[in-house]
């Protein structure tokens, strides 16, 4: 029989734990490319030069070699410097840093529209950097591109099976190790790209509405006139 | 004499080969109301940004009620501002711009407390009470809870003038801050800045191109042609007599426009 649901029942709670830690590697990864990219995005519009262009750098050299490469980098080749890491944590650095520098140049968008009077104005009120950051620059400046950050957290979720190469148990590797054991691939392999397709929707329909908020509450912030 | 509130001393500004203010010498005295007028590309505007810290200066120092605004000193000498610096004397100017400048995901009420809360320290009470106060001064203590978006340009304007206030400057700088403004609102907006004159201790410098405001409201006016200063006076004497013909030329092609 091409298509065994008996084996379907059997394997899915291994599955569906196994989703959970494609699902963590996932947000802990985004957290990470979310909150680094904010920083070398920061980091590379300062008028120091030894800050931005050794930051302009280190995002175009990330941006430029594979995501793969990276990860075994981390996995296979920080421990002979000494910094050993469990597959999970390399994987979700790897990750986190690939997206992150995808991530800079996003928010480099958003800010750099803020308008220049914006920023004028924080210097006439004597705000200090960080303040101005934190308070004017930023919160105009991160609405319009949640979009494009949504597209690269659909994106990252995609990448995931690739921790499967340095043995991490997320969903892939599940699915591999259940085949392997039963010589059956079909239905695990099917299952997956089922999960991740889902997924995938559900998250796009949900920064679809974040974004319709948000339009909402930009054009006419504090509700109706 | 008492010391000026604003002093220009050999103040040049270029950029890049384009000299823009040309070894400018200038001195507000405290309370002084000054005008700047001239064609758009002469430098007024300019003199103001240098002013706020918008723009460093190339040469020349610029002093502030008695202090150092764009140098600071160093065992005994002047040397270039550093930001901390600037962040200390910068305080005493105020800045109202000629697009407003409003943070747009403030409420006009917190617009003007964001910088009395995290630059004077001041509580979020205090800080609350004195937007208040300003804005009902401004004559929109029923607008405070709205938003940018929600305000008229003459609205816009008065709240950023407000905003400016609360920071409690010696010195405030008016940027064609009616330019922007539909014909009907730029009355609303120069009442405020009339109020303003009457009731506070504050010198005032603006660039306008409101001929008859500034007529009316400056003690002094500066013509500006070419980066430098070509006549200054008392508005009776710029307007119905002036010496230079720069001037003259300048002020007849503005009242012919109007």
Same mark, same amino acid.
């Given at each position: 029989?091409?298509?065994?649901?008996?084996?379907?029942?059997?394997?899915?709670?291994?599955?569906?734990?196994?989703?959970?830690?494609?699902?963590?590697?996932?947000?802990?990864?985004?957290?990470?490319?979310?909150?680094?990219?904010?920083?070398?995005?920061?980091?590379?519009?300062?008028?120091?030069?030894?800050?931005?262009?050794?930051?302009?750098?280190?995002?175009?050299?990330?941006?430029?070699?594979?995501?793969?490469?990276?990860?075994?980098?981390?996995?296979?080749?920080?421990?002979?410097?000494?910094?050993?890491?469990?597959?999970?944590?390399?994987?979700?650095?790897?990750?986190?840093?690939?997206?992150?520098?995808?991530?800079?140049?996003?928010?480099?968008?958003?800010?750099?529209?803020?308008?220049?009077?914006?920023?004028?104005?924080?210097?006439?009120?004597?705000?200090?950097?960080?303040?101005?950051?934190?308070?004017?620059?930023?919160?105009?400046?991160?609405?319009?591109?949640?979009?494009?950050?949504?597209?690269?957290?659909?994106?990252?979720?995609?990448?995931?099976?690739?921790?499967?190469?340095?043995?991490?148990?997320?969903?892939?590797?599940?699915?591999?190790?259940?085949?392997?054991?039963?010589?059956?691939?079909?239905?695990?392999?099917?299952?997956?790209?089922?999960?991740?397709?889902?997924?995938?929707?559900?998250?796009?329909?949900?920064?679809? &509405?974040?974004?319709?908020?948000?339009?909402?509450?930009?054009?006419?912030?504090?509700?109706?006139? | 004499?008492?010391?000026?509130?604003?002093?220009?001393?050999?103040?040049?500004?270029?950029?890049?080969?384009?000299?823009?203010?040309?070894?400018?010498?200038?001195?507000?005295?405290?309370?002084?109301?000054?005008?700047?007028?001239?064609?758009?590309?002469?430098? *007024?505007?300019?003199?103001?940004?240098?002013?706020?810290?918008?723009?460093?200066?190339?040469?020349?120092?610029?002093?502030?009620?008695?202090?150092?605004?764009?140098?600071?000193?160093?065992?005994?000498?002047?040397?270039?501002?550093?930001?901390?610096?600037?962040?200390?004397?910068?305080?005493?100017?105020?800045?109202?711009?000629?697009?407003?400048?409003?943070?747009?995901?403030?409420?006009?009420?917190?617009?003007?407390?964001?910088?009395?809360?995290?630059?004077?320290?001041?509580?979020?009470?205090?800080?609350? &009470?004195?937007?208040?106060?300003?804005?009902?001064?401004?004559?929109?203590?029923?607008?405070?809870?709205?938003?940018?978006?929600?305000?008229?340009?003459?609205?816009?304007?008065?709240?950023?003038?407000?905003?400016?206030?609360?920071?409690?400057? *010696?010195?405030?700088?008016?940027?064609?801050?009616?330019?922007?403004?539909?014909?009907?609102?730029?009355?609303?907006?120069?009442?405020?800045?009339?109020?303003? %004159?009457?009731?506070?201790?504050?010198?005032?410098?603006?660039?306008?191109?409101?001929?008859?405001?500034?007529?009316?409201?400056?003690?002094?006016?500066?013509?500006?042609?070419?980066? &430098?200063?070509?006549?200054? %006076?008392?508005?009776?004497?710029?307007?119905?007599?002036?010496?230079?013909?720069?001037?003259?030329?300048?002020?007849?092609?503005?009242?012919?426009?109007?």
């Amino acid at each position: 029989m091409f298509w065994d649901w008996n084996y379907v029942w059997e394997i899915t709670p291994a599955l569906l734990r196994a989703s959970l830690v494609t699902i963590q590697a996932t947000l802990l990864g985004f957290a990470l490319a979310a909150t680094l990219g904010l920083v070398l995005a920061i980091m590379r519009m300062s008028r120091t030069s030894w800050i931005s262009v050794p930051t302009a750098g280190f995002v175009e050299f990330i941006r430029s070699t594979p995501v793969l490469i990276q990860i075994f980098f981390i996995f296979f080749v920080f421990p002979e410097f000494g910094i050993v890491l469990p597959a999970m944590t390399a994987g979700v650095i790897a990750l986190g840093l690939h997206y992150g520098s995808y991530c800079s140049e996003v928010y480099r968008a958003g800010l750099e529209n803020v308008p220049r009077g914006q920023w004028e104005a924080a210097t006439a009120l004597n705000l200090s950097p960080y303040i101005t950051f934190r308070d004017i620059i930023i919160p105009q400046a991160i609405p319009p591109v949640v979009p494009a950050l949504g597209n690269y957290l659909v994106a990252l979720f995609k990448e995931t099976p690739l921790l499967s190469a340095i043995a991490v148990l997320e969903l892939m590797q599940t699915a591999k190790i259940l085949g392997s054991q039963s010589f059956r691939y079909v239905e695990p392999i099917t299952l997956v790209g089922g999960f991740f397709l889902v997924m995938s929707l559900v998250a796009a329909a949900f920064i679809r &509405q974040v974004e319709a908020w948000l339009n909402r509450s930009l054009r006419n912030p504090g509700g109706e006139r | 004499m008492t010391t000026p509130m604003v002093k220009f001393e050999n103040v040049t500004k270029r950029y890049g080969a384009l000299t823009v203010l040309d070894s400018l010498n200038l001195e507000i005295a405290p309370d002084e109301k000054v005008a700047i007028i001239g064609p758009s590309g002469s430098g *007024k505007t300019t003199v103001l940004r240098m002013l706020m810290t918008l723009e460093r200066i190339n040469d020349g120092i610029i002093y502030v009620d008695g202090e150092p605004l764009t140098h600071m000193p160093k065992n005994g000498r002047l040397v270039p501002a550093d930001e901390r610096y600037l962040r200390r004397v910068r305080g005493k100017i105020g800045m109202v711009f000629q697009h407003f400048n409003l943070f747009p995901h403030m409420s006009a009420l917190r617009n003007c407390m964001e910088a009395p809360i995290h630059v004077l320290g001041l509580s979020r009470q205090e800080a609350e &009470q004195r937007a208040a106060e300003l804005l009902d001064m401004v004559g929109l203590s029923d607008k405070k809870h709205q938003y940018p978006s929600q305000l008229s340009g003459g609205q816009q304007q008065r709240v950023a003038i407000a905003r400016a206030l609360a920071m409690r400057p *010696k010195v405030m700088l008016f940027d064609e801050v009616t330019s922007a403004l539909d014909p009907e609102l730029v009355g609303e907006v120069l009442n405020v800045i009339r109020k303003l %004159g009457k009731e506070h201790n504050l010198t005032m410098l603006m660039v306008t191109h409101q001929m008859g405001f500034a007529k009316e409201f400056a003690d002094r006016v500066c013509f500006f042609y070419g980066g &430098q200063i070509v006549e200054s %006076g008392r508005p009776e004497e710029i307007f119905s007599a002036p010496k230079e013909e720069r001037t003259r030329q300048f002020l007849s092609a503005v009242l012919e426009a109007s």
